[in-house]
């Protein structure tokens, strides 16, 4: 077995409603210094060795993310 | 300025109906091999480089994640 992360971001030229509502939150709550704030998805994967990275490509790119306001990317770590 | 990545992750004795609907579709779809999946979010702030690490984890704490169900990490990266 593997662990795969796969992060899912907003692309940077799209709006991104929550971040923006963190972002706005903080310095009234006290905290300063922070410029922007970004939401997005984190999967965590528990993936048979079978299964190789172009498996994991596409299972991120049809399952996880929307290619046409998301990057996204692929990556296994130590279980 | 700095780059700050936070992941919240669902703690692992909960639920995450949200996973178990991704994971539940994958062999469906033809995609066998995926014993688990966990949904959680992940944020990037830019952050002025006088906010402290204590700061960080404050803000993670009491914005970012709901520490009742939620367990989160926050680090530093090359912006």
Redo the contacts between chains.
């Keep these: ?1 593997a662990r795969v992360v796969v ?3 907003p692309k940077q030229e799209i709006l991104d409603p929550q ?1 923006q509502a ?1 972002a706005g ?2 310095p009234r ?1 006290g ?18 060795d ?2 190789d990275d172009e ?1 994991l490509a ?2 991120a790119e ?3 993310a929307n290619p046409v306001i998301e990057d996204w990317t692929v990556r296994r770590v130590d279980s």
Tied chains: 1, 2.
């Design positions: 077995m992060d899912v971001m971040g963190v939150a903080l709550l905290f300063d210094g922070i410029s922007e704030v970004r939401q997005g998805k984190r999967f965590e994967l528990e993936v048979a079978s299964v498996t596409k299972i049809t399952m996880l």
